[in-house]
C-alpha cells in the first residue's frame, strides 16, 4: 500500500462497488471527489463516509468535460456505468454514451494530471461464453444488437479505448473484469439477481427465477472485489493484461434462490419468469492470473456475504417502508 495521501477521483462513486471503494480508500487516509449523476448511484450510498472532511461530492454526468477546477489527481477509478440489465437497457444510448465519451473524458483528464487510471470492465465482455471458466485470452460471444448489446459492446470498446490511450499516450492504465458482485448498497429496485432475490424474499413476494433456473453465475462479495481493485491499481502489471476479478464457485440460480430462501427464512414462494433474451447460460472466472499477479482470491463465502447483504436490506427496507428513501 502507497503511504503517501493521494488525491483520487471515482466516477459511479455514488453506486454499489463505487461507495464501497470510495469508503475504502477514505479509510487509507486519501482525498476523494466522487463523481456520479445519480442515475443508479444513491445518495444514502455516500451520505455517512468515514472522513468526510477528505470526501467531495459531485453530480455530474462523466460523458460531460470533467470540471477543470477539480484537484490534479494522483489516481482515477472509472466505475460510471449502470451495471443491471433494466437499468443499462432503459437508457440504452447513454449507456453506450458513458462507456464512450465517459471513458473518454476519464482518459483525456488522466493524460492532463498524469494519473493512473483503473477501468471496471466486466465479464459481460465474454457474452454467452464457448469458452469455461472464462479465460482472459478468451475473446468471446457477444451480439452488437440485442438488449444486452449496449453494455457488452459498450464496455468492450471502452477496454479497447483504454488501452489505445495506453499504447498512444503512455497512459499508467489497468482493466479488470469484475464477474457478478453483490452485497450492501445494491438498490432494492436494482433488478439484479440477489437484489432481488433477497428483497422478495424479505418482503414475503414470489422470487423470481428466469427461465428454468440452470443456467449459472458466480457470486463475489463487494469487499473481495474492492480489494482486488484496489491491488491491481497498485501493481505493475499493464493495461494489456486484463484480470478477471469474481469467484470461481459456479451456481445454479435456482440454487441461489434456494440459498437465500434459507438464509432470511423466508416462505415467499419460487416462481419461473420467461428467460430474457441472449442472457448468458454459464459464467464463473478462471482467476489463476489475479492469483499469480496480485496474490489476490475471494475470502468471503456466499454463507457469510448473504448474511451481511441480508442484514443491509432489512434496514433499508425498513427506511423504504417509513419514508426514509432516496
Ligand atoms: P451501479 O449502477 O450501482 O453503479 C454505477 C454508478 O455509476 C451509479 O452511481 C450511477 O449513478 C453512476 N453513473 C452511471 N452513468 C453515469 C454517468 N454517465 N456519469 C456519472 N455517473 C454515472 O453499478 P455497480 O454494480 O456499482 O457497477 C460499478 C461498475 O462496475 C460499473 O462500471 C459496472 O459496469 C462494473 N461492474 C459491476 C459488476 C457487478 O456485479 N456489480 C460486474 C461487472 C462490472
Ligand atoms: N435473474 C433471475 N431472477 C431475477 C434477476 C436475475 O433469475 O430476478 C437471473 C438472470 O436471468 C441471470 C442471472 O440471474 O441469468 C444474473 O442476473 P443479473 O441481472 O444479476 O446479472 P447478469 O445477467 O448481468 O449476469
Not at 440485442?146 to 497512459?171: F, I, M, N, T, W
Not at 432481488?196 to 463487494?222: E, K, M
Request: proline residues 5%.
Amino acid at each position: 500500500m502507497r503511504s503517501k495521501a493521494l488525491q483520487i477521483l471515482v466516477t459511479g462513486g455514488a453506486g454499489f462497488v463505487g461507495s464501497h471503494l470510495c469508503e475504502r480508500l477514505l479509510r487509507e487516509g486519501h482525498r476523494v471527489v466522487c463523481l456520479d449523476n445519480f442515475s443508479t448511484g444513491m445518495v444514502e450510498n455516500v451520505r455517512a463516509m468515514p472522513h468526510a472532511e477528505r470526501f467531495t461530492v459531485i453530480d455530474r454526468d462523466v460523458c460531460d468535460p470533467i470540471l477543470m477546477d477539480l484537484p490534479k489527481f494522483d489516481e482515477i477509478y472509472n466505475l460510471a456505468c449502470p451495471a443491471s440489465p433494466p437499468h443499462y437497457q432503459a437508457d440504452m444510448v447513454a449507456t453506450m454514451r458513458t462507456c464512450s465519451d465517459g471513458t473518454r473524458n476519464v482518459l483525456d483528464r488522466a493524460i492532463r494530471d498524469g494519473a493512473r487510471v483503473f477501468h471496471a470492465s466486466t465479464s459481460e465482455i465474454y457474452g454467452d461464453p464457448e469458452v469455461h471458466p472464462q479465460v482472459e485470452d478468451y475473446t468471446g460471444n457477444v451480439h452488437t444488437i440485442g438488449p444486452r448489446a449496449c453494455y457488452d459492446e459498450g464496455k468492450r470498446y471502452a477496454e479497447s479505448l483504454v488501452h489505445a490511450y495506453a499504447e498512444q499516450h503512455g497512459v499508467d492504465a489497468k482493466i479488470a473484469r469484475l464477474f457478478n458482485t453483490y452485497g450492501p448498497r445494491m438498490r432494492t429496485d436494482d433488478g439484479r439477481l440477489i437484489s432481488n432475490f433477497v428483497t422478495q424474499a424479505l418482503t414475503g413476494a414470489d422470487v423470481t427465477v428466469y427461465g428454468d433456473g440452470t443456467h449459472t453465475r458466480s457470486l463475489c462479495y463487494v469487499e473481495d472485489t474492492v480489494e482486488g481493485i484496489l491491488r491491481l491499481m497498485r501493481s505493475h502489471v499493464p493495461a494489456d493484461v486484463p484480470v478477471n476479478l469474481g469467484n470461481p464457485v459456479e451456481m445454479r440460480v435456482i440454487d441461489i434462490a434456494r440459498a437465500v430462501l434459507a438464509a432470511t427464512g423466508s416462505a415467499s414462494a419460487i416462481v419461473h419468469r420467461d428467460l430474457p433474451v441472449h442472457d448468458p447460460m454459464r459464467r464463473m472466472p478462471d482467476i489463476q492470473r489475479a492469483l499469480a499477479l496480485l496474490g489476490w482470491k475471494p475470502t468471503i463465502g456466499l454463507q457469510e456475504g448473504l448474511n451481511r447483504t441480508i442484514a443491509y436490506f432489512q434496514g433499508r427496507i425498513c427506511e423504504e417502508q417509513t419514508g426514509g428513501m432516496a
